[in-house]
């Protein structure tokens, strides 16, 4: 079975907090991609980034860092230094050979407060 | 444009009345798909065109629901029969090829339509 799990649903902080976003996932297959999106009040999705399973090198860019572990089938998400504009829902997908289907988890909101 | 479009933005109908929901992809992204997000909750796959042909329709709820796609551009998503159930924002999303195959890349997603059914 496809299955990706954000098991917070919402998480506030304050401004400069770092913050992490659990991801977990299920998958049989052994290529899969994992995504993350970031969908703002305004409710367009906006890509973040890409990862294939076959590659477990963790990526920073600018405030943000994605930390990807096969043995915990994990794919977590840190802001550093957050900020009000980080303010949004965040979704966590899966998509592998298996199926065309992105899969998505049931995002988490995150609230930035000044 | 440079984007998805969706049309149109909001829809409001009543019960029963059949809507037509339209996709404009990226020019050039051969891959399409169709969400689903209601209120406060992720998104539910609805149905994926490669080209103009549907390989997988499995997210379809209902036959209330069925979408084609022309000239490897514009998809339309037609509810029949509308439901209360159905209210939800309608998400396309579009990808280009790649190496590994379309399914792989990011997708580009739209602004979504609202539908509201009374």
């Known amino acids: 079975a496809q299955k990706v799990t954000q098991a917070q649903t919402e998480i506030s902080v304050v401004e400069k907090e770092d913050v992490t976003l659990d991801c977990v996932y299920e998958t049989r297959d052994t290529t899969y991609y994992l995504f993350w999106y970031k969908q703002p009040p305004s409710g367009e999705l906006v890509f973040l980034i890409r990862?294939?399973?076959?590659?477990?090198q963790n990526e920073i860019s600018g405030r943000y860092s994605w930390n990807f572990q096969k043995s915990t089938s994990s794919f977590n998400f840190t802001i550093t230094a957050s900020q009000v504009v980080d303010s949004a829902v965040y979704f966590c997908a899966l998509i592998s050979s298996y199926t065309d289907k992105l899969i998505f988890g049931t995002g988490t909101r995150l609230q930035v407060f000044p | 444009g440079a984007g998805v479009s969706q049309s149109p933005s909001n829809k409001v109908t009543e019960k029963g009345k059949d809507v037509e929901l339209r996709c404009d992809p990226i020019?050039?992204?051969?891959?399409l798909y169709w969400y689903r997000q209601r209120l406060g909750q992720g998104l539910e796959f609805l149905i994926y065109?490669?080209?103009?042909?549907?390989?997988?329709k499995s997210g379809l709820p209902s036959d209330r629901f069925s979408a084609e796609r022309t000239g490897e551009s514009v998809s339309t998503l037609t509810i029949q029969r509308t439901q209360q159930e159905d209210s939800a924002v309608y998400l396309c999303a579009s990808s280009s090829p790649g190496a590994f195959g379309v399914t792989y890349n990011e997708q580009f997603f739209g602004p979504g339509t609202r539908l509201t059914v009374l």
């Open positions: 990862r294939n399973s076959f590659d477990e």
């Open positions: 020019s050039g992204h051969t891959a």
């Open positions: 065109f490669q080209g103009n042909s549907a390989p997988d």
